[in-house]
């Protein structure tokens, strides 16, 4: 019997209309179907962009949700689960493109072990999934998740599945944390919740042309008291133990200031495994 689910995915403008087309196809040519698609959008977009919203507005397994303003991704997420008909909900980003078996595999897995997010590993890529840069490797079982968690986010967020009580239960992403993915998952680990990835690689992340410029958002000052505040938020919820906090400010933090060629270096070659 056929597990009903929807899928999210929020689109600015910013984003490639080309690239857009390849993440919904995608979704289109998957082995097990979503049952709706959620298509959010954050703003106005330009004219390429509108045309094909049009063209999928007219296929009834897609819902357009309009923002009048740019506000940015966690209030665009909040927006389209809200809306979500289905118990189960999968999150996607506007120019990626998943493996044709991700939702076949990921429903199993999240059934099979009673999971509440399923996450699994993904190929980053640059011009086409040809273009193999390198890949990022997730723990599977729950125990290593959380003890991968107390430095970095335990799931590759385009890549997740998670039950909608999840969301319902803490109230969505926090829209005034960053990253709100990373801030989602340990807030719904401290509520219980029970978390795997799939140990097959199911999405291609796209890095585009320029892999330099597709990381420069995780590097520099800004990112780095972004980082800050949420380490802060970790302590005070009671993540973090106070070494804890030490460990991640001393170990992360002197990193997303150093000069940015060392830290694509750290990045490609410590973070990620090389093709």
């Known amino acids: 019997m056929k597990t009903d689910f929807s899928v999210v995915i929020a689109v600015y403008y910013k984003d490639n209309p080309q690239h857009f087309v390849e993440a919904i196809e995608s ?52 927006k389209g689960v809200q809306e979500a008909k289905y118990s189960i909900v999968a999150r996607m980003d506007a120019d990626d493109i998943c493996f044709r078996d991700r939702f076949e595999k990921q429903i199993a897995y999240m059934l099979e072990g009673n999971l509440d997010i399923v996450g699994g590993q993904i190929v980053e890529f640059g011009t086409d999934i040809k273009d193999i ?50 801030d989602f998952f340990v807030r719904a680990y401290l509520k219980g919740f029970k978390f795997g990835n799939l140990n097959d690689k199911i999405l291609w992340f796209r890095l ?18 972004n980082e800050f505040k ?15 906090f030490l460990k991640a400010v001393f170990l992360k933090i002197p990193v997303r200031l150093l000069p940015f060629f060392i830290y694509k270096y750290i990045y490609f070659n410590v973070l990620r495994k090389n093709s």
């Open 27 to 78: 979704l289109l040519g998957q082995t097990h179907m979503p049952s709706e698609i959620i298509i959010v959008v954050d703003g106005s977009v330009n004219n390429d962009l509108e045309k094909i919203l049009k063209d999928y507005s007219i296929i009834n397994l897609f819902k357009i949700i309009r923002l009048p303003k740019n506000r940015g991704l966690a209030n665009a997420l909040n």
């Open 133 to 182: 840069v390198s890949e990022r490797k997730v723990p599977i079982k729950h125990d290593d998740l959380v003890v991968f968690m107390k430095l970095r986010s335990p799931f590759s967020h385009p890549a997740i599945l998670f039950k909608k009580e999840v969301f319902n239960l803490l109230e969505g992403y926090d829209i005034n944390i960053f990253p709100e993915d990373y």
């Open 208 to 225: 585009g042309e320029d892999n330099a410029n597709a990381i420069k958002r995780r590097w520099g000052k800004n990112y780095a008291i």
């Open 230 to 244: 949420l380490y802060i938020k970790f302590y005070k919820i009671g993540f973090y133990t106070f070494l804890d």
